[in-house]
């Protein structure tokens, strides 16, 4: 990836990266490598790479990217499934993360000229669906709070 100046996006659109890393080094070092803050404004990431600390291998990702883990990340005993990187150009007073108690969602409202538009990251493990009936009641309920 080759940046010469980090600019912030003037474009009328937002453009997600989203991936299933399957818990893999290679593969994170891959996707921080493709990755390029010029064109992206967030990455949704299912099975990220932890390292035996339960964090990212962030030292890179700093210059341009935050981090965002579960709501639930250092309390959880459960493997955080879910990660979002948030471009540094789109203002902290722009976006703010939705609390779900959750290892496997996390969801952030984005707020803007266009209004308010909430992006959820979503990993659904294949043995059950306990993470969708988490959903539609996590939806269900803030549905009944915006009422």
Excluded at 60 to 82: I, M
Excluded at 106 to 126: D, H, S, W
Aim: proline share 5%; net charge neutral.
């Amino acid at each position: 990836m080759s940046i010469n100046a980090h600019q912030p996006n003037d474009r009328n659109e937002c453009k997600i990266w989203q991936q299933n890393l399957q818990k893999l080094l290679n593969a994170w070092e891959h996707m921080l490598h493709n990755l390029d803050p010029n064109i992206y404004d967030l990455a949704c990431i299912q099975e990220p790479y932890l390292n035996p600390i339960n964090l990212t291998n962030t030292s890179t990702l700093g210059r341009f990217w935050d981090v965002l883990y579960p709501t639930n990340h250092h309390s959880n005993p459960e493997r955080s499934q879910t990660l979002i990187l948030v471009n540094k150009h789109l203002s902290k007073n722009n976006w703010h993360i939705i609390p779900i108690n959750s290892s496997n969602i996390m969801a952030i409202e984005l707020t803007g000229q266009f209004g308010k538009v909430r992006i959820y990251n979503i990993y659904n493990p294949c043995k059950n669906d306990r993470t969708l009936h988490f959903l539609e009641w996590h939806m269900h309920s803030k549905q009944i709070e915006h009422c």
